[in-house]
Nanobody, 117 residues
Framework: QVQLVESGGGLVQPGGSLTLSCAASARIVGIYTMGWYRQAPGKQRELVATVTSGGSTNYIDSVKGRFAISKDNAKNTVYLQMNSVKPEDTAVYYC???????????WGQGTRVTVSS
């Protein structure tokens, strides 16, 4: 089973930018979807953005136009570019993968993002 490791979190001011990375321990092949989730304090985990093996992307409304998900197959890495961040983006961000129509799994340990002045 592939292992995922997130990195890139930290403290950022409102309006700033941050790039999160999710490195896979091995190449992910087949039909899959990579996803970035986040969990804010006291809230349920929510799916923020996805990218499929074919390159299609999807976002929740609250981050559309601000966040961009991308993948580098050569590096087995998925990125989440976060621009114009807001305090409500504060959360622990996780990446996960699902194959076909199966559930998301192979959760990483998460990386914390704090948006504050």
């Amino acid at each position: 089973q592939v292992q995922l490791v997130e990195s890139g979190g930290g403290l950022v001011q409102p309006g700033g930018s941050l790039t999160l990375s999710c490195a896979a321990s091995a190449r992910i092949v087949g039909i899959y979807t990579m996803g970035w989730y986040r969990q804010a304090p006291g809230k349920q985990r929510e799916l923020v953005a996805t990218v499929t093996s074919g390159g299609s992307t999807n976002y929740i409304d609250s981050v559309k136009g601000r966040f961009a998900i991308s993948k580098d197959n050569a590096k087995n890495t998925v990125y989440l570019q976060m621009n114009s961040v807001k305090p409500e983006d504060t959360a622990v961000y996780y990446c996960a993968v699902k194959y076909g129509s199966g559930p998301f799994g192979s959760w990483g340990q998460g990386t914390r993002v704090t948006v504050s002045s």
